[in-house]
Nanobody
Framework: QVQLVESGGDLVQAGGSLRLSCAASGNIFSINAMGWYRQAPGKQRELVADITIIGSTNYADSVMGRFTISRDNSKNTVYLQMNSLKPEDTAGYYC?????????????????WGQGTQVTVSS
């Protein structure tokens, strides 16, 4: 089993900054990619940013230039630095990881999700 634990969500004023963290633990052989999704009330979950094991990144257009994703492979941890926050960034933020786990024979690749951390940006 693999667990993802997020932290860093908070209430912040527009223009402020937050840093989210997500640590993965458990039966981990390697983590191919990690990322952050968000879901606002009444809306579908959407990709915010993701990062591969070699550091290639991908961002939603709405956060480009304001958010930065990074990861520490030695700690199985991904970070999301969020600057110049806007009220429309308000959402539950969910960590995602594509994890390779060792099996009795071979390996298995599965997606895992964290429980989410709330980010609220006041105007």
């Amino acid at each position: 089993q693999v667990q993802l634990v997020e932290s860093g969500g908070d209430l912040v004023q527009a223009g402020g900054s937050l840093r989210l963290s997500c640590a993965a633990s458990g039966n981990i052989f390697s983590i191919n990619a990690m990322g952050w999704y968000r879901q606002a009330p009444g809306k579908q979950r959407e990709l915010v940013a993701d990062i591969t094991i070699i550091g290639s990144t991908n961002y939603a257009d709405s956060v480009m230039g304001r958010f930065t994703i990074s990861r520490d492979n030695s700690k199985n941890t991904v970070y999301l630095q969020m600057n110049s926050l806007k009220p429309e960034d308000t959402a539950g933020y969910y960590c995602w990881a594509r994890v390779v786990t060792a099996q009795p024979i071979g390996v298995s690749v599965n997606d895992y999700w964290g429980q989410g951390t709330q980010v609220t940006v006041s105007s």
